[in-house]
Each structure stands twice: as C-alpha cells, then as structure tokens.
C-alpha cells in the first residue's frame, strides 16, 4: 500500500486520498464521493482492466478513528470493539451475499476484501445522476417517464425479492439513471437475507428515511420476510417522482395528516397503484410485485377508503373487507372524509360505500349482542377475545381483554400484530399501548414502559443469534431509538452510551 498525501478530514471523519492505492496494486482511489454513519464511498480505479469502480468502506464515524500516515483503521474504545467487530461482519456478508446477485436493474458487487483493519466491497461504477437529483433539477416528471423508471425499479426489486431479500432503503437517492436511462438499483446497506425455514439470517443496518419507510418498519417491525415493506417505498418514490415533493412521513399519516393528491393529470391506473402501494396498514397493500404492476396495469380495480373516526382509522383497498373489531360509527362515512386521491368519484359510484357502511354497522352491532348482551354496564369493563383492531396510528392486532362500551381497548390486555407481529402484554389507554409491559419480537424483548404507543423506558434484549443477549437500558425518543441511557453487551459490559440521542464516551 502507498499513500500519496494524508486522508483529508470531512466533518470530523477522514476519508482515504486520492491516488492511495489498495489490495497490492490492484484498486487505486480516485476521489471521495459520499460518506454516512457507517460508510465511505469512493470512485476507484482497477488498474489491470483500466476500469472504474465504486468502492465501499466500513468506517464506523462515531467509533473508528483513522491513522494519518497509514490510514489504518482503529476502534476508539475497547469496549466498542466488540459492537465494530460485528457490525464488520455483518458488513462482509452482505457484501458476499449481494455478489451472487445478477441483474441489469442492481448494482453488480464484483469483490470484498479485508486492509487497513476495516473492510470494502467493489461495485460497478455507474456514470448518471439519482432520481433524486433528476427531480431537484428537473422538478416534478411527466407521468410516462416516472413509469418507466418505476417498472426498471420494480422489475429489480422483484428479482430481489425471489432471493427472499429485502432491499428496506428505496427511496430516489438510492436509485441512478445511467446514460442510456436505465434505471439502477443501489446502496443495499440496510438490506437483509431471509432464509426459507428459518427466518432471516442476515442484516444490517435498518433504514428508516421518513416519507419513504412504512409504519411497520419506522417501529423496527421487519423480521419476517415481506416484500410489501419495499412496496410501500416504491410508491412513496413514485410519489415524488409525479409531484417533487417528499411524502408525509408514515408516522403522520397514520394519525391523519392527508396525503397532498397528485397532479390532476394523473391517469387514474397509477393513481391507483399509489395508494395501494402507501397504503398504512401493510396486509393490505400489494403482497409482491407482479400484484403491484397489475394495478399500475389497470387490471384490478383498488378504490382508497380512508375511514376516520374519533379512535381508529382503517384503509380498504380492492374490494371491501370487513373491518371486524375496528370502532366505526355512522359519522364515519360522512361524504366529505372519503379520500380519492386525485381520482374523480361520482355520487352514483358511491351506492356499494353506504352498504357496505350500513352492513358493517350491523355486523359491528350483531357482534356486540353475542358477546355482551344488552352491551356493559356499571359492573365493570366489557371483556373481548381476539378482536381485530386498528389504532389511528395505523397500528393494528389482534386484541384479548378489557374495552370500553364501544370496542375499543382500554385497560389491562394483550395484542398481537398482524402477520406475526410482537406480542404486547399490559395496559392499554383508548386503543394505545400505555404503562408498563412485557412486549416481545422476532428481535427481541422489552420490559419497561410504553407512552403514546411506542416504548419510553426500560430494557431491550436482543435474542437473535447475532447479538444474543446484548441489551440497551434507558430512554427511547418518539421514534423508539436509543436516546438516553446505555448499551451493554451479553456479559453486562458497557458498549456505549446515549444522551438526548447522541453517543458519548
């Protein structure tokens, strides 16, 4: 290895010069192109095949520190070693695992190697610009060019969801069009491998940009393999591809911030495969992509019902379903809260609305008189089991326990999350998580506290063979990430430390 010159600092992390060269002469370093909390990314040279690449390096910011002279990589800390030393790991298998990838709509890996005490991994270099700088420039995209990137994207993501990966950071940024507009998939960072009997095996960090990650992912809520995850990211993209503007965060649409519609001009097929594809609640989006591009097709009619009342809000996409368990009322389906979209709705294309909202109040009454009687009284909570239900954060699960005269969980009680979902047992407070629990995922278990539906205080462990037994103690933000308090390995050790979500030493 030579290096010409020393590694320039950007921010406080040092990134390698141009001209240095790496794995004995093979790969020279020809500038800096972008770097984020766990990585550096550079365009390089392959000497031999006069070829440019891309080239990733592992460089943890918050815990690496990089040699001036040799540009070795070292660990701040001794106890952060061991946290570096796995998310490394982590890192190269990715990197393996995506070599064995091939298609013209993905980054091609070509090579992973271990120097300087890190890692990288050698990708094709594409000459072009992202979707997001196209939009930044161009502004909002007329609608026949966002489709034929959305169908690049999406033939690429249907190749990566037969492998029984998810990619969990689609977004414009993470998407380039090369010079013969085509459409390339990149940056699978936050991606993760799901073996077919065992569930996921491998994974790395978990993206979650606001606009473009769906509710279940926002709340860490991934660890069994669905591609409607991604789904939802694709149409978020096809969303500011058609208006140049970021979608509302997935958090805020689940407590009733609308949508802005798309352009008037948009063609009521990928009116519809939007709002399938953003739909909130994630068993009632498209399930794969095939069924995505068949709304976009035009070949299967999806009609957006947002239902909104004082406690829940439940959306219905393709033909109606029964909503069992979630709290409706007749001021439910006033006219004016039936949300389109952009799309034109006739008062005669109505008529299967107000029965299907006559049949559900029934249904919902029906129900009520088997289990209650003459319905609650002053003697105590009404007791249900397994009743279906969907919060207006768009949380939804199956609900055993105490309730309030209209249906809604309100006391002592355990719910579970559609589709293999964590198991949440304690308080509830009108339809939210509230107080103190025992809450357990596919990743983990916590015991501590919820607040406004989301974990406030106590400890997470995780389970999963990666990091068995490491656990964080403390406070979470709105967003469940650590904000203060400490991590710790299996055998108790200190890792790290959070104040108002920053590491310290």
């Not at 290096?3 to 040092?14: D, E, S």
């Not at 799309?343 to 909202?357: E, H, L």
């Not at 589709?419 to 308080?427: I, S, T, V």
């Not at 389970?463 to 979470?476: K, L, M, P, R, V």
């Amino acid at each position: 290895m030579s290096i010409q010159g020393k590694p320039v600092a950007v921010k406080g992390q040092a990134y390698l010069p141009a001209g240095l060269i790496l794995q004995g002469g093979k790969y020279r370093i020809v500038r800096f192109i972008n770097s984020g909390g766990f990585g550096c990314t550079y365009e390089a040279e392959h000497i031999m095949l006069a070829k440019r690449v891309a080239i990733k390096e592992f460089f943890v910011k918050d815990f690496c520190n990089r040699d001036e002279t040799t540009a070795h990589v070292t660990v701040g800390t001794l106890s952060k070693r061991e946290l570096v030393d796995r998310l490394r790991q982590k890192f190269v298998d990715e990197a393996r695992a995506l070599s064995r990838l091939s298609h013209p709509g993905i980054v091609r890996v070509s090579d992973v190697f271990e120097e300087n005490g890190t890692a990288y991994f050698v990708m094709d270099y594409i000459e072009g610009l992202s979707l997001s700088d196209i939009v930044a420039h161009e502004g909002q995209l007329p609608e026949w060019r966002a489709v034929n990137y959305i169908r690049q994207v999406a033939e690429a993501l249907n190749y990566v969801h037969t492998h029984n990966r998810l990619h969990l950071d689609v977004k414009p940024s993470n998407i380039l069009v090369d010079s013969s507009d085509r459409a390339v998939l990149i940056d699978f960072g936050a991606s993760k491998q799901y073996d077919e009997v065992n569930g996921e095996n491998t994974s790395t960090l978990m993206g979650k940009t606001p606009g473009y990650a769906p509710l279940e992912q926002m709340a860490n809520d991934v660890g069994q393999f669905r591609p409607s995850v991604d789904i939802y990211a694709l149409g978020a993209t096809f969303y500011k591809l058609l208006t140049g503007s970021t979608p509302p965060a997935s958090t805020l649409l689940a407590s009733g911030t609308p949508l802005p519609p798309l352009p008037a001009a948009t063609s009521s097929s990928v009116v519809r495969a939007i709002e399938a594809a953003m739909n909130i609640r994630k068993e009632e989006r498209p399930q794969d992509i095939p069924s995505f591009l068949s709304i976009l097709d035009g070949e299967q009619v999806v009609n957006a019902v947002v239902v909104e009342g004082s406690h829940s809000k439940a959306i219905a996409s393709g033909e109606p379903t029964e909503q069992t368990g979630v709290s409706l009322t007749a001021t439910d389906f006033d006219e004016n809260q039936i949300a389109t979209s952009g799309a034109s709705t006739t008062k005669g294309s109505r008529w299967w609305i107000w029965a299907v909202a006559v049949l559900g109040c029934i249904a919902i009454a029906a129900i009520s008189f088997i289990l209650f009687g003459e319905g609650g009284d002053d003697n105590g909570p009404i007791m249900v089991k397994n009743m279906k239900y969907v919060n207006s954060r768009g949380v939804a699960f199956v609900y055993s326990g105490e309730c309030t005269a209209d249906s809604i969980p309100h006391g002592e009680g355990i719910g579970k999350g559609y589709d293999g979902g964590g198991l949440y047992k304690g308080r509830y407070s009108h339809g939210f998580r509230e107080g103190e629990c025992h809450y357990t995922t596919t990743d983990g278990e916590f015991k501590g506290s919820f607040a406004n539906d989301i974990m406030s205080q106590g400890r997470f462990t995780w389970t999963d063979s990666e990091a068995n037994g490491s656990y964080y103690e403390g406070t979470f933000d709105n967003e469940e990430n650590f904000y203060t308090g400490t991590f710790y390995d299996s055998e108790g050790h200190e890792i790290a430390h959070y104040s108002h979500g920053a590491l310290i030493d």
